[in-house]
T-cell receptor
Framework: SQQGEEDPQALSIQEGENATMNCSYK?????LQWYRQNSGRGLVHLIL?????REKHSGRLRVTLDTSKKSSSLLITASRAADTASYFC????????????FGKGNQVVVIP | NAGVTQTPKFQVLKTGQSMTLQCAQD?????MYWYRQDPGMGLRLIYY???????DKGEVPNGYNVSRLNKREFSLRLESAAPSQTSVYFC???????????????FGNGTRLTVT
């Protein structure tokens, strides 16, 4: 299965701390994307990183990609209560079957 | 801009009933997608459409039909609802013109469907 898997699956941190979550996948990819989902809402795109990129930043978010280890990490710096959400990684396989395979999600709770 | 709008937000059906979930986007996107989200399963692709007039099956198409009415609208129909179709349904769109994933997906807020 190409489906990404996030780790840890649940994370509880204090406001101001950094939150790191990882995603592993199984086959070669074109790109990997991270999404956030607040309770009862749709997913919101955070960052897309292509297979030839190693790191991308967006505001307080930093994503790394290690294609040799088939893994990615999402770092949220100086977390805020509003960062409380589920975070999903999604991969597009290199040998595309027109699927964006989503992981099961990582629940992050930021305690004020 | 409204982005991706889904209707209805909630629906309860009895087994065997039919219904259509509506989705519209105002971002001039080319590709549109229907996903379902179930606890512990992540999101699974039901159908997608790379352009007006074309649709293709995704991972879990059985029991569903779709129509790409025009560039803006992509509807999902359940002809004979089953309890296994109880789920949260999300419509998404992207600028990608191939039905692929080189551009980010923009999601609606979902339709919560219960089939009894």
């Amino acid at each position: 299965s190409q489906q990404g898997e996030e780790d840890p699956q649940a994370l509880s941190i204090q406001e101001g701390e950094n939150a790191t979550m990882n995603c592993s996948y199984k086959t070669s990819i074109n790109n990997l994307q991270w999404y956030r989902q607040n309770s009862g809402r749709g997913l919101v795109h955070l960052i897309l990183i292509r297979s030839n990129e190693r790191e991308k930043h967006s505001g307080r978010l930093r994503v790394t990609l290690d294609t040799s280890k088939k893994s990615s990490s999402l770092l949220i710096t100086a977390s805020r209560a509003a960062d409380t959400a589920s975070y999903f990684c999604a991969t597009e396989a290199y040998y595309g079957n027109n699927r964006l395979a989503f992981g099961k999600g990582n629940q992050v709770v930021v305690i004020p | 801009n409204a982005g991706v709008t889904q209707t209805p937000k909630f629906q309860v059906l009895k087994t065997g009933q039919s219904m259509t979930l509506q989705c519209a986007q105002d971002m001039n996107h080319n590709s549109m997608y229907w996903y379902r989200q179930d606890p512990g399963m992540g999101l699974r692709l039901i159908y997608y459409s790379a352009s007006e007039g074309t649709t293709d099956k995704g991972e879990v198409p059985n029991g569903y039909n779709v129509s790409r009415l025009n560039k803006r609208e992509f509807s999902l129909r359940l002809e004979s609802a089953a309890p296994s179709q109880t789920s949260v349904y999300f419509c998404a769109s992207s600028f990608d013109a191939t039905g692929g994933y080189n551009s980010p997906l923009h999601f609606g807020n979902g339709t919560r469907l219960t089939v009894t």
